[in-house]
């Protein structure tokens, strides 16, 4: 077990150096004008890099409800690629449309199986909505901030994201939402050394999309609680839309007050997600531990 953990983290990390330093080329000066193609696959690569680790490589279409932000990542980063070519109207209107995809594909097994139209409308509408916010918010913050200071608070939200899924009982989800998340981490570093960095438009929308579906699917099939998924929401809003000066700055400044909001949040996220659940709080009356290990995650697709 824990040499999968390791390595779910080091491999993606190593792609990751690997693919940025072929990309980016960043002992360059001029790292702002290249790459976009290489932070854009970055973080899809990660994920699938810390699935095969863990698991080997992923079915395609797959048979796990839970795996569809992986592949969803991609086309995230398909968008990216294209995005610069894109109006304001057209970018937001694909990443609803991306959203709602990702949303459907993960929640297609509780569609099927659970909910009546209504349910089903309140959930592809909300989480569709949620996603969407914050690939929106996080996009706004990226094209004012260069260097590290985005890339630090990405990887902050998805180390915290990873360890409400860890918590939730679902070691898989996590671990692909880890090996992005070291992916993530190897651009902040370079954004580091390089405040000139941006991840506009290419980092992004795949890491929302990623972190976004894997939070969705912990949701249906694990035991993540609303109120880590929306305080893993409201952090990235919070330093997508709020107008803070430490939020406008440049360098250090801008990394220590977004890094701070998300150490906030996510720190409440993981502290909700391992608050104990008592027998009477869990749907079916069982212990919340049991009911992850035990629930009939086949009968949605999703183990």
Known sequence: MQSALLLSVAAPTVLAVVLLALGLR?????VQSRGRWALAIVVPLGALAAYIAVRGAPAFPPTDAGVWPLWCAFAAAAYALAAAALPLTARIGARVVLAAVTVWL????????TWDAGTTALWIVGATVAIALVWTALEHRAEKLSGSALPVALTVWGTGAATVLGLSGSALLAQTAGGATAAIGVAAAIGVWRQSLSVARSLVGPAVVLVGGLVLAGMHYAEVDAVSAALVVA????????????FA???LKATAGLAGVMIVTSGAAIASSAWPTSVEDTPTGRDSATDTANDSDDDYGYE
């Open 26 to 30: 960043p002992w360059r000066a001029d």
């Open 106 to 113: 993960v929640s297609k097994p509780r569609i099927d199986h």
């Open 235 to 246: 952090g990235a809003l919070v330093i997508g839309f709020v107008s803070v000066p430490a």
């Open 249 to 251: 700055s440049a360098g």
